[in-house]
């Protein structure tokens, strides 16, 4: 087992020195540690500072020499393994190229500004800036520690009684096995001078060094404080279960998460929060806990906690026992190679309903969606977009538009997502024969003016949508796919007669949501060559833009972006697009003739404008909406758009 015993502890905590505070030889230890062992000559370094310097984008020299073929990964660890590194763990990493310089930057700031001391490592997992996981991974393999995951059960109790237990409560270590005369020691950030201080002193200086996964080590420490054994925690500590399950649930609707993942991996059990779109991991657990996590929320969501091989469904009422803030949850059970996995979609009751004018629209596509659109008598309207898209908040605004006293609206959703005053909602329960091929056999036979469906999921659906705008009714319902044309090609495909599409769909809109800049840390931001590239632009065509991105700080949780805006693209089926369909045309086909005779503006065009505008950052634009076509110039997209 390669060990660290070569490598020199350094502090990371408070002691943590910033890049911008440190001499221009700090910053480059490791390359200078190349060139003392030759891996590297004085040459080679001069021209790997220079190409650093010229680079637009920040890159540490590490990666400059790995780009340049003058550095392999395979030298890297062998000087790291064999010569002391008397660098703290931020600079480390962001000499390795694992972090940025502004990410440590924000990290010592929200170090500096904790009420209570917080270890540097801590910080880095918690907001996100590193993955734990991954910070192990490169302290193992490029340091040379071993990676250990302390199972409770197999410890010598003797070990751990050496440790007093005020130590537990203050440092990350917990002693795992006794090998030749040492002691292997699991710590959470092995170059905290602290911790290595407080083991040495434990076990007169016969510490050997290994790294885990910190919450495994916190767990450990805690079920040996309270002499219970791992094997029976399940049985024996129902309460502990219970209450890491509520404050998992807790911390969701605080950080205002819209998904929970519990997933259990190869060696450990993740758990990771969805905000504003973005999964993070909000903590890691030993994989002994996923079975007893999975029982306690199997009981809760009234599912079969016998079943191991199925998938299964379920959902979970939760109100806080403190708040008393109430919770809905749809749960789902997914069978994996390494344990159940579960997913809770958190639908909060208290989510309010947005006005139509609210949903981020631009004013002349708003007013042609309420005009040629909302106010059709008749005729389907599809909101398409991929799951998270917010489909289901455009489609309620659009109810909430069009509910008045002389208009029967009734919808069949799975599940009723937000309860609206006057309309009749029915929520899809196939446990008790509440199909939606059942309730779409009856909807129409309610005299109803409006039919919302909450998807189009299958020809049945499809055509009971056609059918009902055919005979004078006004239908509502959800897609999923890319793009507005993407919509008319999926309905094709789905056997539905070009006719019927041509004559009953009124417009597609397809949105996304992105995350906004934040507005505290938002900079001026000017956009690479490479973001040109991508666009097909040159500068002219983004002539008055004023891009922004998000640096990072408190209000944001370091991220940069704080909440999400709607991207939006809709189609009207004026005459030419109708005949595009009957005539079968291909989707670039019907796109063009979208965009040239109805004023269709793609997402992507629509994402610029807004990115121009400063409220989302253009790496996200790029990032995450579908680039088919080259986007018009901005003063083009501003006109079409009526900003």
Known sequence: ???????????????????????????????????RH??????????????????????????VLKELELLSDEALVTVLKNQPVKIPLGELLVELGHLRSDDLEAALAIQKDSSHPKKLG??????????????????????????????FST????????????????????????????????????????DREAADHIFSRLVEPAIGP??????????????????????????????IVNSILDDA???????????????????????????????????????????????????????RRRHQDGRIFYENSISGEALDLRVSFYITVHGEKVVMRLMNKKGELLAIDE????????????????????????????TGAGKTTTLYSCVNALNDLETSIITAEEPVEYMIDGISQCSINPKIGVTFTETLRHIVRQDPDIIVMGEVRDAFSAETAIQAALTGHKVLTTFHTEDTVGGLLRLLNMGIEA?????????????????????????????????????????????????????????????????????????????????????????????????????????????????ARGKVALPEILRRLPRIDRPRPLHELRRLLGE
């Open 1 to 35: 087992m390669t060990t660290s015993g070569n490598t020199s502890p350094s502090p990371t905590g408070s002691k943590a020195v910033s890049p911008e505070t440190t001499s221009p030889d700090r910053r480059d230890t490791i390359a200078r540690l190349l060139v």
């Open 38 to 63: 030759n891996l590297l000559t004085e040459n080679q370094f001069i021209y790997a500072k220079r190409v650093q310097e010229k680079l637009i984008s920040k890159r540490s020299l590490i990666e």
């Open 122 to 151: 801590d910080i880095l997992v918690k907001y996100a800036f590193i993955e734990e996981h991954r910070l192990i991974e490169i302290l193992a393999s490029q340091l040379g520690f071993p990676f250990v995951i302390p199972e």
């Open 155 to 194: 410890i010598d109790r003797n070990l751990l009684q050496e440790v007093p237990l005020k130590v537990y409560a203050q440092h990350n270590f917990v002693p795992v096995a006794k090998e030749d005369g040492r002691i292997l020691v699991a710590f959470a950030d092995p170059l905290d001078l602290e």
């Open 214 to 243: 910190r919450q495994a080590i916190r767990e450990t420490s805690d079920l040996f404080r309270r002499g219970l054994r791992r094997g029976e925690e399940a049985e024996a500590d129902d309460s502990t279960i219970i209450g």
């Open 253 to 307: 609707m605080q950080e205002q998460a819209s998904d929970i993942h519990i997933e259990p991996m190869k060696n450990r059990l993740r758990i990771r929060f969805r905000q504003d779109g973005i999964l993070a991991t909000y903590r890691e657990m030993s994989l002994d806990l996923a079975a007893p996590l999975t029982t306690r929320l199997k009981v809760m969501a009234k599912a079969d906690i016998a079943e």
């Open 359 to 386: 949903i981020g629209m631009a004013p002349r596509m708003l007013r042609q969606f309420k005009e040629e659109a909302l106010a059709a008598p008749s005729g389907i309207i599809v909101v398409t977009g991929p």
């Open 499 to 611: 006719f019927l599409i041509a004559s009953t769909i009124t417009c597609i809109m397809a949105q996304r949501l992105l995350r906004r800049v934040c507005s505290r840390c938002a900079v001026a931001y000017t956009p690479t060559p490479e973001e040109y590239r991508l666009l097909g632009y040159t500068h002219g065509d983004l002539a008055g833009a004023r891009f922004l991105i998000g640096r990072g700080c408190a209000d944001c949780r370091f991220s940069g972006h704080k909440g999400r805006i709607g991207i939006f693209e809709l189609l009207l089926l004026n005459d030419q697009v109708k005949e595009a369909v009957i005539a079968k045309q291909t989707v670039h086909e019907m796109r063009r003739i979208s965009i040239e005779t109805s004023g269709m503006v793609t997402l992507l065009e629509d994402g610029i404008a807004k990115s």
